[in-house]
């Protein structure tokens, strides 16, 4: 069962813009959001986080948005540029169980 | 600085033959994960071991098998290979932060069933 949805399945985005992914989740006792970054041919990489009790998560380029209440949160990385081409996943995991549970992933191309 | 080896790194192998896909970390820590990577599915955890002989099953551990004899080994079996079990699998454990939510990923291995 997918119990992180992740939208849209792919973006191509022009240098210098701005690429949105958002994910969803239904299980209410998820309470911390990480999200990856795979580049081909690698394992996935941490990228960011973020806990519930906070609406936004800014490192750098990279900010998350959460929004409790609508049970949704999106990845927004400003100034893309075409080293940020890579596939990401949103995951979610509940604290203090052993598991993380992933979204399907975006595939981001930026174009020069 | 890799601190998780994954081998093979890439293996063909035909429907029915037993597969084991290894994991060896140098971080001693108890926990250890198993994942598969499927296109239109993200990552989909196997199985994980929270201690030596310690080993439960994730989402999608049917035809899957597991054991943990030391600390620094993760060994993943397929019994009896199918060509549904083609896909890149990954091992993983906990990130130096402790935190559920992170985790440091080996660079996979990917497995065609013929």
């Known amino acids: 069962q997918q119990q992180v949805k992740q939208s849209p399945q792919s973006l191509i985005v022009q240098k210098g813009g701005i690429s949105i992914i958002n994910c969803a989740y239904e299980?209410?006792?998820?309470?911390?959001f990480p999200w990856y970054q795979q580049f081909p041919g690698k394992g996935p990489a941490l990228l960011i986080a973020?806990?519930?009790?906070?609406s936004e998560k800014k490192e750098g380029r990279f900010t998350i948005s959460f929004n409790k209440s609508a049970k949704q949160f999106s990845l927004h990385i400003m100034d893309s540029q075409p080293g940020d081409s890579a596939t990401y996943f949103c995951?979610?995991?509940?604290?203090?169980?052993?598991?993380?549970?992933f979204g399907t992933g975006t595939r981001l191309q930026v174009f020069p | 600085d890799a601190g998780i080896t994954q081998s093979p790194r890439h293996k063909v192998t035909e429907t029915g033959t037993p597969v084991t896909l290894r994991c060896h970390q140098t971080?001693?820590?108890?926990?250890m994960y198993w994942y598969r990577q499927d296109p239109g599915h993200g990552l989909r955890l196997i199985h994980y071991s929270y201690g030596v002989k310690d080993t439960d099953k994730g989402e999608v551990s049917d035809g899957y098998s597991v054991s943990r004899s030391k600390t620094e080994d993760f060994l993943l079996t397929l019994e009896s290979a199918t060509s549904s079990q083609t896909s890149v699998y990954f091992c993983a454990i906990p990130s130096r932060t402790g935190n559920t939510g992170e985790l440091f990923f080996g660079e996979g291995s990917r497995l065609t069933v013929l």
């Open positions: 973020i806990r519930p009790d906070v």
């Open positions: 971080e001693n820590h108890r926990y």
């Open positions: 995951a979610a995991s509940i604290r203090n169980t052993d598991k993380l549970i």
């Open positions: 299980n209410t006792a998820f309470d911390y």
